[in-house]
């Protein structure tokens, strides 16, 4: 059956993508104090219990570090964010505020809105289950970042004539978004899936396009916090991470997101991207261990109560990067999901103890 209105969920399989041009190759051709956390106000998803080593850690941490996960309702989590059993829908209602006491979970990923807008009384929602320093990191709705049309299976069916519609992507995305979070709104991602060819085949085209559309966006407001909502976007198409990209986002003050995803370059190569943007805060979503398909990845590491396989490479790279951006003074988003090494919670438990070990004194 043929999806219509907007993009599928599924990206296509990695394959028939152009080679860019000779000259345009891309980059992968070769502090405030911790927030204190408030006990969980819901009575039917407790907080865990966390050992005082745990707080001790997240107060070792620089500021301005935001950690978090790729949503949050996952009944594997029970014991280690949740103090109880309970449902998936439970949770995705309810769990928040359990999630948000956890000491080193100052963030989350609302991964939902990439299927389908949510409107500002549902981001206001969110945002009330939250302590005051907690920042929610944001993706665009596919509407907006898919440049076709999928069936259920995620084949592409055509164009989608919704690609790159500045007026929408305010009206459904923007100002919902800024309206129900307010100062707790973080990174406004704009996530695109992988990219037809003809559009591969046209890299200064690419450029000039996307860049056309991030001129139309609005305006952020400043934070009266210590950060303030901004604009990134993440490719699944190594190709286009080019010198000319990465000059283009720095122009517009956008940052290039790390996506540490089988379909893209190690994070320590897409580091040089970062680097070519110039100062600003950065933002990594770590979705995928490399060389897994997310289906294969979620049935192998379903329940995700425990790490399967570490990647420790990455986790240096990425303990280094915060360390780096808190020494230039700037804020972190370091977001990881589940398929990445089992359990995105203990994930983020090493890479804390990974960028606390090696924390220069003072």
């Known amino acids: 059956m043929t999806t219509h209105g907007r993009p599928g969920k599924r990206e296509p399989a990695a394959d028939g993508n152009a080679t860019p041009p000779a000259g345009q190759g891309s980059f992968f051709d070769d502090a405030p104090a911790p927030v204190a956390k408030r006990k969980s106000k819901s009575s039917t998803v407790p907080a865990a219990e966390h050992p005082p080593a745990l707080r001790e850690l997240a107060a070792s941490l620089p500021g301005r570090l935001y950690l978090g996960t790729s949503s949050w309702a996952f009944s594997g989590w029970n014991g280690m964010v949740y103090g109880a059993k309970a449902s998936e829908s439970l949770l995705s209602r309810e769990g928040l505020p359990a999630y948000s006491s956890h000491p080193l979970l100052n963030s989350v990923s609302l991964d939902r809105t990439f299927y389908a807008p949510l409107t500002a009384e549902q981001y206001a929602h969110y945002a009330r289950q939250v302590p005051a320093g907690f920042r929610f990191v944001v993706k665009a709705p596919n509407l907006i970042t898919d440049a076709v049309l999928r069936d259920d299976r995620g084949a592409p069916t055509g164009p989608n004539p919704s690609f790159l519609d500045p007026v929408l992507a305010n009206d459904h995305f923007v ?62 198409d190594p190709q286009v991470v080019t010198p000319r990209m990465m000059r283009m986002l720095a122009e517009r003050e956008v940052r290039y997101c790390v996506a540490i995803h089988a379909r893209m370059p190690s994070a320590e190569r897409q580091m040089q991207a970062v680097a070519a943007t110039g100062p600003g805060p950065l933002v990594v979503r770590w979705s995928l261990l490399a060389g897994q398909r997310y289906e294969a990845a979620k049935a192998r590491f379903s329940p995700f109560d425990k790490i399967q396989v570490e990647d420790p490479v990455t986790r240096r790279v990425l303990a280094e990067a915060a360390r780096a951006a808190h020494a ?28 606390a070990a090696h924390r220069p004194a003072g």
Do not use: M
């Open 175 to 236: 100002a919902p978004c800024l309206e129900g979070l307010g100062d707790k709104a973080g990174p406004l991602v704009f996530q695109f899936s992988p990219l037809p060819a003809e559009i591969l085949a046209d890299p200064a085209g690419w450029v000039a396009r996307l860049s056309a559309f991030l001129a139309a966006l609005p305006s952020l407001p400043a934070s009266r916090g210590h950060e303030r909502p901004f604009y990134a976007v993440e490719f699944r």
């Open 328 to 355: 230039a003074g700037q804020p972190a988003w370091i977001v990881a999901n589940n398929k990445a090494e089992g359990s995105a919670p203990l994930t983020l438990e090493l890479l804390a103890r990974e960028i």
